[in-house]
Each structure stands twice: as structure tokens, then as C-alpha cells.
């Protein structure tokens, strides 16, 4: 219930908003309102937005050894080559910020990669 509630609240950064691809639509119950949050996440090797390639959602994470890992697919199968399974976080991918409005952790993912992630912050 609690990931359906989270869900019904993330703007995806290309579902939609601003920068979508002709025909896209936002998700259903996603909060317009994130949209500038998760549109100011930037990649930190190239401080490139992680929106204007990647599709950014809440997922689960977990901290495994010294790095997180996020589970990328799951009930949400819009991302495309998603391996609904855990995908390691590169520590460089890593954005530390205590500003995430969704308190869940947030993945970016293309390329079959996380290129940026937020640490949930409980809210």
C-alpha cells in the first residue's frame, strides 16, 4: 500500500512534464508538483539533469557492503530493459541530498544503468 501511496505522488522526469517525448503521459496520480524536485537532479561526473536522459521514480533500496542497491522494475514496467531485479549503484551515481520530497529512495535509470540515485529520507 505504502509503494502504490509513493508512486501516486512521483513525477517521472520524461512521463510527461516539460521535456516528454511526443505521446507521453504522465503517471497515473503523479504530483506535478515533484516535477521541479526531480527535475534538479544532476549527474555528479558531468552535472548533466539525470532527467534529460533517464526516467527517474521512487524504487526500493538497500545498502549491500559499502554501496546501495536499488530494485529497478518491479510493478512499474514503463522503464525500459528493466531487470526487475537488484542493480548495484555506482558510489559516483550517488547525489547526497536531504532535500528528496518522496522520503523513498529515487533511481535513475538508463543505458541499463542507476545514473543517479537519492537515499530516501523517511518522510
Known amino acids: 500500500m505504502r ?11 520524461l512521463a510527461g512534464f516539460d521535456a516528454a ?7 497515473e ?4 508538483a515533484l516535477a521541479p524536485w526531480f527535475k534538479s537532479l544532476s549527474q555528479p561526473q558531468t552535472n548533466q539533469p539525470c532527467c534529460d536522459m533517464a526516467d527517474c521514480r ?9 554501496h546501495f542497491q536499488a530494485f529497478i522494475g518491479g510493478d512499474f514496467p514503463r ?6 531485479d ?3 549503484v555506482p558510489n559516483a551515481n550517488v547525489l547526497h541530498r536531504t532535500d528528496n520530497p518522496t522520503g523513498e529512495g529515487v533511481a535513475c535509470w538508463f543505458g541499463g544503468q542507476v ?3 537519492v537515499e530516501g529520507n523517511g518522510y
Open 29 to 32: 496520480g503523479a504530483d506535478p
Open 115 to 117: 545514473i543517479c540515485f
Open 21 to 27: 517525448p511526443a505521446g507521453a503521459a504522465p503517471p
Open 58 to 66: 521512487t524504487v526500493r533500496y538497500r545498502i549491500a557492503g559499502d
Open 3 to 13: 509503494a502504490l501511496a509513493v508512486w501516486g505522488t512521483v513525477a517521472a522526469c
Open 86 to 88: 537488484w542493480v548495484d
Open 79 to 84: 522503464w525500459s530493459n528493466a531487470p526487475h
